[in-house]
């Protein structure tokens, strides 16, 4: 049976942050490859590949790691639960599709980078009900249960939903006259979380000398929209990772400079962990 999600809680909850990362679960159900049309390399090409390597030390500095427990191309935790593509499911009907929906990037993924289609034909509406179910739902409540937990203790909580992007879409960017950039903030222009928050976890990635873009070309998917309330003190940034920096996209592995960028990303992390800790309303509490 897939494995909703895994929660990594530090002994003691530092401060208002929560980690996650939707996207790098690298368990494929044996009735994915099965049914697929795809090897499992190709499976593997919108995995957002190690990343909850790179932020695996943040329950070390005081904050929980939420991890999706199912891939990318068997359910997208970062799609809203009715993103259902009719082009995939049995008895769904059409209606008006968002643009995700209608690329085949639903919450059941229909294809993979590139637009390689998953299945031969169509599943069935029970098949992506259980994926829901079983994966879907209980992520989702278990995230809100963190946050939660978060804004009763510290008076605020932070999401920091953690992701990697293929390296074409960088150099994609730099032809359009943008700038090339090893990471990527998306707040929804303004919407998902309050502007100093934005501009703490931006220093903690630019005073290591990386190249920091906010909103373009990613702005934030589903789970900014969903957990961004800076009015209701919580808030969510989406940030996206070059896999060029640690990953060798081709064989879907870490390539020589994984180590190395691995312990960039301790130090960031641990800074990103401490943000909003000061306007902490009460004490670090041990982990429930």
């Known amino acids: 049976m897939t494995t909703a999600y895994h929660l990594r809680e530090p002994n003691v909850v530092q401060g208002p942050v929560v980690f996650a990362s939707p ?19 190709t499976l593997r090409s919108s995995e957002d590949a190690y990343v909850d390597l790179l932020v695996g030390a943040a329950p070390d500095h005081g904050a929980p790691l939420l991890l999706g427990g199912a891939p990318r191309a068997y359910v997208d935790y970062n799609r809203a639960a009715g ?8 008895d769904i009907s059409r209606g008006t599709l968002n643009p995700r929906v209608a690329s085949g990037l639903g919450v059941i993924p229909r294809v993979v980078a590139r637009g390689r289609a998953i299945y031969r ?9 259980h994926r829901l179910r079983t994966c879907w739902h209980p992520y989702h409540a278990r995230l809100a249960e963190l946050l939660e937990a978060q804004r009763l203790r510290f008076g605020q909580a932070i999401l920091l939903d953690m992701h990697s992007m293929p390296h074409e879409a960088v150099i994609t960017e730099a032809r359009r006259g943008g700038q090339r950039p090893d990471i990527v903030i998306g707040d929804r222009f303004g919407a ?48 996206e990772i070059d896999r060029a920096l640690y990953l060798d996209e081709t064989r879907m592995a870490p390539h020589s400079g994984f180590n190395a960028f691995q312990r960039m990303m301790n130090g960031i992390v641990a800074n990103l962990a401490s943000i909003g800790r000061s306007q902490a309303s009460t004490p670090p509490l041990a982990a429930e």
Do not use: C, W
């Not at 998917?221 to 003190?233: C, K, N």
């Open 192 to 239: 998902s979380a309050a502007p100093e928050i934005v501009a703490a976890v931006e220093a903690a990635f630019a005073d290591t000398g990386l190249r920091v873009a906010r909103n373009v070309p990613f702005a934030g998917a589903y789970m900014v929209q969903a957990y961004g309330r800076p009015a209701l003190d919580q808030h969510a940034v989406q940030i």
């Open 23 to 41: 996207h790098s679960a690298r368990d494929y159900p044996p009735e994915l490859i099965r049914h697929s049309v795809l090897d499992l390399a």
């Open 83 to 90: 993103e259902l593509d009719p082009a995939l499911i049995a």
């Open 121 to 129: 034909g169509k599943i069935s509406r029970a098949e992506a009900e």
